[in-house]
């Protein structure tokens, strides 16, 4: 007994060893690919030596002695830390993913392959002046002489993922930089999904009128009745269910409620207590690990500039140089518009145009998949756009039969000459000089705010598509492809887009709202980003005579939702103080016990209270409760609570409260009774989930932002190492933006938020701060894979300096890269 004792423990032992063993080599190998931030090395592709100089957050300076050099360095820099990202957004819009991934992967380059992205950022090379031109070719052989050094070092093979998925990275091009732009333009795109969404629901709807309830438009003048999808396409059934694939991380496509977002505001001198102007703007996308910004400042002729970058692309998108700081927002222009082409029921490789029937613009592609066999598709074009498969968010159940769908969007440009526009606009000095340079910007479609040291501004970019006033839906559902008048006629004038130069208050800003009124065609959008954070942004920018930079952070990082005080009054109206004493323990009493809490608070998001997590609970449920019976199994399309719709149902406008009565049942429900139901929904939910003592609830338990590694972040105890989950505070409708994911189990997660945090004071530009949500580097072993993350989490900032020596005086690297002789 005694030997099998022993050698029991011998081969526990000698497990143990292995295992050990197994994880050091893993351990060495993923280490190999660290980068060395102090070394001189030789290249080739700069006329003179290059300095990289990393400051104590791994945040680049770099300095060249002419800017081609510069943005060498660049991408030197971002090859370093982030080459498993720019090389998995190369493959994304290349349509290349199940090379690497497989199966899992191909409805994602279905899709890419389609929409041709990559092609059209191939021809857009050329339409780039002479400048940019330049910087992409420098910016590619800075990538590349990375790619060389691991080559020839044998560095790990670049990132700790490429040994896990290993397949050969090509050398970088600039049509790759421009293609990583069109694939955020998709990432930012919330109009396709809105149209399909809008025809699904107006099939299942048997009173049309109750559509601008649930799809409700922005506050303002209304617009004329739109026609009902099923008179416009009789063959298409109220219903049909959707068949699409499981959500893969690696999709860019957004989810519905989570496009594009950001908030930037500005203060001219005489709103300012320090006499300059002041910029504030936080970009929100979804989270991931690493984030998809990456700090750095460079050293150009014009002068330094520094701010958040785009890894595989050579421009610091949104930052500050010496005298001009520029932010983005997502400016919801509506830019994409569906088409239903009618196929010729002779010949299906024809469809209908207003001249007659026409050929398909067709050409083949084959994709290459992992451990499978390639499979050949054959894209096809319209007049109006490429033609889309039918998993598209669903678009084959609305699609008739004998029928396809194509899309228009301004982003499919061959031509597109946004990269030069921003490239100008990141060499300028002055407001007036970079509303000049952003002229020739097509899309995405943003809002840029400004502010040099006088001047504050907003001006809408992006080519808007030129509708006919005669159009059949006005853009807001997919339409007939063959008819004359549902065509896109050109573009409208860049001096008709909005635009707002030294407002009389001194005050301007955008957090995705409404920006003006305009008839159709010249409407802009139906659809906007935001109708709540924009009431809470008024009141903190007019509660002060003047402003600071911190009055500015605090705007940033203020968790008050403007919803929560808005519809708890009256979705509650009828039960505060209600009802009788019940014993602990009881539904009544939970219900008492949670409207108590709700009556004392004012409307934080605080991570830390109970009361957020009880509200959004409630609403939630409260959203389900007054749409399953109108919609069926359409209701779960609708994941996010939408204000206007409760607070049309709550206030009756246009008989509204039509919603409260559940359709099935003999008596008439009120919208008090769905109410009390759906706190008793959210409270057993709660229960079961949290726990019932109220008291005890942590909104930061459910409210926890997701930044996690699309690839990695879901294999078992790995995903413990890549992921960064942290508790924070903010909502869906907060300035401290924390979109929810609305996705079961976990509906509260934060998914989508401010990845990038800047705030700009031009009386002392150095004073100005900034922070990411993750770290500056993607490497998962790296100390700088995360150290950003807990200052962002609690509303901290890092210093945006253009100070060399400052910078200098906390280097943790020093990166010389000569020329080769």
């Not at 700069?46 to 791994?58: L, Q």
């Not at 504030?280 to 500039?305: C, I, K, M, Q």
């Not at 100005?768 to 500056?776: A, W």
Request: net charge negative; hydrophobic share 40%.
């Amino acid at each position: 007994m005694g030997l099998i004792f022993r050698w029991l423990l011998r081969l526990a032992a000698g497990l143990v060893a292995l295992v050990v063993a197994a994880m050091a080599l893993v351990y060495y190998l993923a280490g190999q690919s660290l980068p060395d931030y102090t070394q001189t090395l030789e290249v080739s592709g700069v006329g003179a030596p290059v300095e990289i100089m990393r400051d104590n957050n791994n945040v680049p300076h770099v300095f060249g002695s002419s800017d081609p050099d510069v943005f060498f360095g660049l991408g030197y820099a971002h090859a370093q830390d982030r080459l498993w990202q720019m090389t998995t957004l190369r493959r994304t819009v290349q349509g290349r993913l199940s090379e690497v991934f497989g199966q899992r992967t191909v409805s994602i380059d279905r899709l890419l392959r389609r929409l041709d992205l990559y092609r059209l950022a191939q021809q857009s090379v050329s339409a780039q002046d002479a400048y940019t031109t330049a910087a992409l070719e420098a910016y590619a052989a800075g990538v590349n002489a990375r790619l060389e050094e691991i080559n020839a070092k044998a560095l790990g093979r670049g990132a700790p993922e490429m040994f896990l998925f290993n397949a050969p990275v090509a050398p970088w091009h600039p049509a790759d930089s421009i293609a990583i732009i069109k694939l955020m333009g998709l990432q930012l795109s919330g109009h396709l999904e809105e149209e399909i969404l809008r025809a699904r629901t107006s099939l299942m709807l048997d009173d049309q009128a109750r559509l601008v309830d649930i799809l409700p438009d922005a506050p303002g003048t209304g617009v004329a009745a739109l026609p009902e999808y099923a008179a416009m396409f009789p063959g298409v059934p109220r219903y049909a269910e959707a068949r699409s694939d499981p959500r893969d991380p690696l999709s860019p496509l957004p989810r519905h409620g989570l496009a594009g977002a950001s908030n930037a505001w500005a203060a001219a001198p005489s709103r300012s207590a320090s006499g300059g102007t002041l910029l504030a703007n936080d970009p929100h996308l979804g989270f991931a690990a690493p984030s998809t910004w990456y700090l750095a400042r460079l050293e150009l002729a014009r002068g330094g500039v520094i701010g958040g970058t785009i890894p595989g692309v050579p421009l610091v998108l949104v930052g500050r140089g010496e005298r001009l700081g520029w932010g983005l927002t997502s400016s919801y222009m509506d830019d994409q518009d569906l088409f239903i082409e009618k196929l010729n029921p002779d010949n299906p490789e024809e469809y209908l145009t207003p001249s007659g029937y026409k050929a398909f613009e067709t050409r083949p592609s084959i994709i290459e998949i992992k451990d499978a066999a390639p499979i050949t598709l054959t894209l096809r074009w319209t007049e109006n756009g490429p033609v889309l498969p039918g998993s598209v968010y669903d678009l084959e159940t609305i699609t008739p039969p004998g029928h396809v769908v194509s899309l228009g969007w301004t982003m499919l440009d061959p031509r597109d000459t946004s990269f030069s526009a921003a490239m100008a606009l990141m060499n300028a000095g002055t407001v007036a000089e970079a509303l000049r340079a952003t002229e020739t910007y097509v899309a995405p479609s943003q809002n840029l705010t400004l502010a040099d040291r006088e001047t504050i501004a907003l001006k809408m970019l992006g080519a808007v598509p030129r509708r006919d006033a005669a159009h059949q839906s006005q853009g807001r559902l997919p339409s007939q492809g063959w008819r004359a008048e549902n065509r896109w006629q050109g573009r409208m004038p860049n001096a008709s887009n909005p635009e707002f130069v030294s407002p009389v208050g001194g005050l301007l800003g955008n957090t995705n709202n409404k920006l003006l009124e305009r008839p159709f065609p010249n409407h802009i959008s139906f659809v906007w980003g935001d109708t709540q954070r924009v009431s809470r942004w008024q009141r903190l920018m007019q509660s002060r005579e003047v402003h600071t930079r911190d009055s500015f952070i605090e705007a940033q990082l203020d968790p008050v939702s403007p919803t929560a005080r808005n519809l708890l009054p009256l979705i509650g109206a009828d039960l505060w103080f209600t009802g009788e004493a019940a014993p602990a323990g009881t539904p009544e009493r939970q219900r008492q016990i949670a409207l108590g809490l709700l009556a004392e608070w004012n409307g934080e998001m605080n991570e830390h209270l109970p009361e957020p997590l009880i509200y959004a609970a409630w609403v939630r449920a409260l959203q389900k409760r007054l749409i399953m019976d109108e919609l069926g199994p359409l209701a779960e399309e609708f994941k996010h609570v939408e204000p206007l719709f409760i607070e049309r149902v709550y206030k009756d406008i246009d008989g509204a409260s039509a919603w409260c009565d559940i359709r099935q049942s003999a008596p008439v429900e009120t919208c008090t009774e769905i109410a009390r139901l759906a706190l008793d929904d959210a409270l057993v939910w709660i229960g079961e989930r949290y726990g019932t003592a109220l008291e005890s609830l942590r909104w930061g338990d459910a409210h926890q932002a997701t930044h996690d590694h699309p690839v990695l972040g879901e294999v078992p105890l790995l995903r413990h190492f890549v992921n960064i989950r942290q508790s924070t505070s903010g909502g869906d409708n907060t300035l401290q933006r924390g979109r929810t994911s609305g996705e079961d189990p976990d509906p509260f997660q934060n998914v989508h938020g401010a990845g990038f945090r800047g705030v700009y004071d031009f009386a002392d530009p150095d004073s100005s701060v900034f922070v990411i949500s993750t770290g500056q580097s993607g490497h998962f072993l790296s100390r700088h894979y995360d150290d950003l993350a807990q200052l962002w989490r609690r509303g901290e900032y890092i210093p945006m300096s253009l100070d060399t020596e400052l910078a200098r005086a906390a280097a943790v690297g020093l990166t010389q890269l000569v020329p080769k002789q």
